[in-house]
Nanobody, 124 residues
Framework: QLQLSESGGGSVQVGGSLTLSCAASGLTLDTYAIGWFRQAPGKEREGVSCILSSGESTVFADSVKDRFGISRDSAENTVYLQMNNLEPEDTAVYYC?????????????????WGLGTQVTVSS
């Protein structure tokens, strides 16, 4: 059974850091594009960042450039989202998703499988 599981969320203060993990079972993450997305209360889900099987990464959201970084540990079959200098606007449920392909689309309906999400809350 293919499954993604996010972890690492929590509550932090402004300026703090968190590292989210996206662990996979039933699939090898190296062969897929893995995306991180988030959904804030009352808002639509949006793309945050994506990493391809080649290791190339894309940042979807300008608001996280220079603060968030995506990486992959093949041995652990896990993709990480390192989040630094967190802001209250980063408060959201963060999801990871995978798709087979060589590019990272923003359109949510192009990502066929998703995890259940992990909550990140940033307080001032």
């Amino acid at each position: 059974q293919l499954q993604l599981s996010e972890s690492g969320g929590g509550s932090v203060q402004v300026g703090g850091s968190l590292t989210l993990s996206c662990a996979a079972s039933g699939l090898t993450l190296d062969t897929y594009a893995i995306g991180w997305f988030r959904q804030a209360p009352g808002k639509e889900r949006e793309g945050v960042s994506c990493i391809l099987s080649s290791g190339e990464s894309t940042v979807f959201a300008d608001s996280v450039k220079d603060r968030f970084g995506i990486s992959r540990d093949s041995a652990e079959n896990t993709v990480y989202l390192q989040m630094n200098n967190l802001e209250p606007e980063d408060t959201a449920v963060y999801y990871c998703a995978f798709r087979y392909g060589s590019y990272c689309p923003k359109e949510l309906n192009t990502w066929p499988a998703w995890g259940l999400g992990t909550q990140v809350t940033v307080s001032s």
